[in-house]
Structures are given as structure tokens and as C-alpha cells.
């Protein structure tokens, strides 16, 4: 639920009538425990994506950013476990949820569950950003009254990347919310990725374990911490299968035990095989291969070809909620991620 945020009273809570000193908060960081003396506009730019440092400053000019419950200046410096939060008087865009007639690829419906195929380029639920065009638009204006999960998005139980494709489950009714959210906590779904990665994997198969969480340096990032920092980040693992060989690239399946933020992408960057043309990862410039300008060439043509990561969300598995019978599906591998692989078959072929 929305919380809002007096300055006299320091009110915590539900949304209220809303008054004129009432602030709604944005956005809330805390700082980790190794974190050294930082500028909190600086501090602020490794967090929050599009954002400008002029802005930053006019919000802590404002009285909009405050450190534990306190307004602070720009040049405040942020120390461990400081809470910083950034507040205005509107309530977060997010939340003025607008239905929108945009077309849905539904693969499976009904009273229970609704399964829809995300094509690239569309986020999942609005954020800071991306307002409208998101999936949960498109859903509340094809189904009335959803159930909210714990986060306030209607219908969601999970979620993927916006420039990932692929297979989504969406909950009709508080009860099928409540059965699929249990199942996706106790990891018996069935999650079934494919991917294009950098470099030639040396074991047909694997499992990657690794706790992820945000990076240190990068906040835009999530990373594997090391065995000595267990006490960071959350455990994640991920199973991979090599599909097909490719010289420079390789053609994998990946099923996900545990469904962390950016889980994929950050272990199988951690094992050195970043996703093909992942932007925020590093994959979007050339991590094997020569030197020859053909082969860049070659290589920038296969960036228009696919541009964004080259991961899709094949097949999905899940109890029905009302019937208790597995339900699988799956969709299959989009036209830019078929293409790019159908270039590195001839570029392979004739290079071998």
C-alpha cells in the first residue's frame, strides 16, 4: 500500500486525505554497512536511473530528500546504514495506474490464470520512467478488478526484463494469486530460458550458484558476491545446458531454481559468458573473437539484427490453481533472436 510521509508528525501509513505539508515518497535506499562517506546527490545518481545530478540538487534544495527522517543539503555526506529517501508532494506516477488498450499476446485464459507471451521492448509493471506502455496498462484495461500482490501491481506474480521476450503468468483472482505466489516461493515452478552468450562454455552442462544483489560501485548493476561476503545479497542458482556451439558465441538453455532480479544475466556474466549484445552487462561489444575489421563488421550487423540481450523466456510450468493440474507452455524463439543465430550458424560454418 502507498505510504505517505507528514513532516510535522512524521506519519507512517496507509494513504490519507491528503493535506497541504504531506509528502509521498519516491524513492528509499539504505545504505550498505561498507559504505564510505559519499555526497548524497552523488550518491543518489548511482541510484536512481535518468536521473540528473541538477535535479537532485533542486529536490535537496526543495527540502525533498531526507536522511533519517531529516531534510539534508546536496551536500550531505551518506555513512552506513543512513536511510535516504526522496519525497514530493504528488504520489509516485506508478501508482496512478492508467488502463491502456494495448494489444496482448495471450497464449492461455481462463476465470483463474491468464498466460501471455511479453514481446521485447515492453516493461512489465510502470517505474520510475516508464509511466505508460507497460504490460499492467495493457492487462487492467482487458480485465477488470485483478488482485494486487504484495507490491500493489495488479496481477503480477513474477516478472521479466523489458528487453527480455517471453512467457508470464498473471493471476485473475486473489485465491490464484495467493496458490501461484506460493508456488513460485517454494520453487516448483518450471522456468526455462534460452540464451546467446559470449564465448564457448567448456562443459556441456552446469549449475551456477552465486548470492546476487546490487552492485557496490554500479547501482544500476546486480552482482555475484564471494563465498567470504555470504552475509550480501540473496542465494541464487541457475542450471544451464549447452543448445548449440558457435565458435565466438554460444546457444544455451538456462532453468531457474531461485528468481532473482537480473539472475541470468549477472551469473553467466560471473562464469565469464555475458549475454550477446546485454548493454548494462558489457555484452553489447565484442568479448571473443579476432581483431579483424570484417569480423567487427560482422559483429555490429548481428547488434542491428538483435538489439537488446539475446534471452528469451521459453517455457513456462505451474499448478493450476483451481484444477491442481500442471499446466506447460511455451513460446517460441522471436524473429530477431532466430535471425542472429541463423547469421552466426554461416559465420561459424564458413570460419571453421
Not at 555513512?79 to 504520489?91: A, I, W, Y
Not at 501508482?95 to 494495448?102: G, H, Y
Request: hydrophobic share 30%.
Amino acid at each position: 500500500m502507498m505510504e505517505k510521509i507528514n513532516k510535522d508528525s512524521e506519519y507512517f501509513g496507509p494513504e490519507k486525505e491528503k493535506e497541504s505539508d504531506d509528502l509521498y515518497e519516491h524513492f528509499r535506499f539504505v545504505a550498505q554497512k561498507g559504505q564510505q562517506p559519499l555526497r548524497v546527490d552523488k550518491f543518489l545518481m548511482n541510484y536512481i536511473e535518468k536521473a540528473t545530478r541538477n535535479k537532485i540538487q533542486k529536490a535537496a534544495k526543495d527540502g525533498n530528500i531526507h536522511v533519517n527522517d531529516l531534510p539534508v543539503k546536496s551536500s550531505y555526506k551518506v555513512k552506513p546504514d543512513d536511510v535516504v529517501r526522496v519525497l514530493f508532494e504528488h504520489p509516485p506516477y506508478e501508482f496512478l495506474l492508467v488502463p491502456e488498450d494495448i494489444p496482448i499476446d495471450i497464449v492461455y485464459e481462463d476465470d483463474e490464470v491468464l498466460v501471455v507471451n511479453k514481446p521485447t521492448g515492453m516493461v512489465v509493471h510502470p517505474g520510475h520512467g516508464n509511466y505508460s506502455g507497460t504490460l499492467i496498462n495493457a492487462l487492467t484495461f482487458h480485465i477488470e478488478n485483478l488482485p494486487n500482490n504484495s507490491s500493489n501491481r495488479p496481477g503480477l506474480v513474477h516478472r521479466i526484463d523489458k528487453d527480455t521476450s517471453g512467457l508470464l503468468v498473471v493471476a485473475k483472482t486473489e485465491e490464484a494469486m495467493t496458490h501461484l505466489a506460493k508456488q513460485f516461493f517454494n520453487k516448483t515452478t518450471e522456468r526455462e530460458y534460452v540464451a546467446l552468450v559470449w564465448g564457448d562454455l567448456k562443459e556441456d552442462s552446469g549449475t551456477i550458484e552465486g548470492n546476487i544483489g546490487r552492485h557496490p560501485k554500479n547501482r544500476l548493476q546486480n552482482t555475484v558476491f564471494e563465498e567470504d561476503e555470504e552475509d550480501k545479497g540473496k542465494p541464487a542458482i541457475t542450471h544451464y545446458k549447452v543448445i548449440e556451439r558457435l565458435g565466438y558465441v554460444t546457444f544455451i538453455s538456462c532453468r531457474l531454481e531461485t528468481g532473482r532480479t537480473h539472475q541470468i544475466r549477472v551469473h553467466l556474466k560471473h562464469i565469464g559468458h555475458t549475454l550477446f549484445n546485454d548493454e548494462r552487462y558489457g555484452g553489447d561489444r565484442i568479448l571473443k573473437g579476432t581483431s579483424f575489421s570484417k569480423y567487427k563488421q560482422f559483429v555490429d550487423n548481428c547488434f542491428k539484427v538483435l538489439p537488446r540481450q539475446a534471452l528469451h523466456a521459453r517455457t513456462l510450468g505451474f499448478i493450476h490453481p483451481k484444477t491442481e493440474e500442471l499446466m506447460q507452455f511455451e513460446a517460441p524463439i522471436p524473429e530477431d533472436i532466430e535471425l542472429c543465430l541463423e547469421r552466426w550458424r554461416n559465420y561459424s560454418k564458413h570460419s571453421s
